[in-house]
Nanobody, 123 residues
Framework: QVQLVESGGGLVRPGGSLKLSCTASGRTFGSNTMGWFRQAPGKEREFVAAHTWIPRSTYYAHSAEGRFTISRDNAKNMLVLEMNSLKPEDTAVYYC????????????????WGQGTQVTVSS
C-alpha cells in the first residue's frame, strides 16, 4: 500500500503561482511513476504531469507545458508541482497518484491516489 497526501492548494489570482506537494508513505519503492491529475466540476479527471524515476523522464499535458514543472525527491518521498501563469481554467481538484508503469499518463495505470487538493484561480 502507498499513501499519498497532497498539500499546497488554495486561491490564487490569474497569472499567479502555486506550488503543490505530495508526500508518499508506505511501500513507495514500487512507485516508479508519480503524477498529477486534475478534475474540474462537471469534467473528467485529466492528466497534468508525471515523473518517471527509471528511466528518468517527465511528461506534461499540452495545457501544462511551459507553465508547470514537476519534480521529485525520492529521498524525501515527495513530489512537487510548481504552477506558474495560472489561468481560471486551471481551477480543479488536483490529485497525486503513483504507478509502477514507466511513462504512465493514463489514469488507469495508477493504482494509488491521494485525496486531492483544491486549486482555485479567480480574481
Amino acid at each position: 500500500q502507498v499513501q499519498l497526501v497532497e498539500s499546497g492548494g488554495g486561491l490564487v489570482r490569474p497569472g499567479g503561482s502555486l506550488k503543490l506537494s505530495c508526500t508518499a508513505s508506505g511501500r513507495t519503492f514500487g512507485s516508479n511513476t508519480m503524477g498529477w491529475f486534475r478534475q474540474a466540476p462537471g469534467k473528467e479527471r485529466e492528466f497534468v504531469a508525471a515523473h518517471t524515476w527509471i528511466p528518468r523522464s517527465t511528461y506534461y499535458a499540452h495545457s501544462a507545458e511551459g507553465r508547470f514543472t514537476i519534480s521529485r525527491d525520492n529521498a524525501k518521498n515527495m513530489l512537487v508541482l510548481e504552477m506558474n501563469s495560472l489561468k481560471p481554467e486551471d481551477t480543479a481538484v488536483y490529485y497525486c497518484a503513483a504507478s509502477p508503469t514507466p511513462r504512465a499518463t493514463l489514469s488507469n495505470a495508477y493504482g494509488y491516489w491521494g485525496q486531492g487538493t483544491q486549486v482555485t484561480v479567480s480574481s
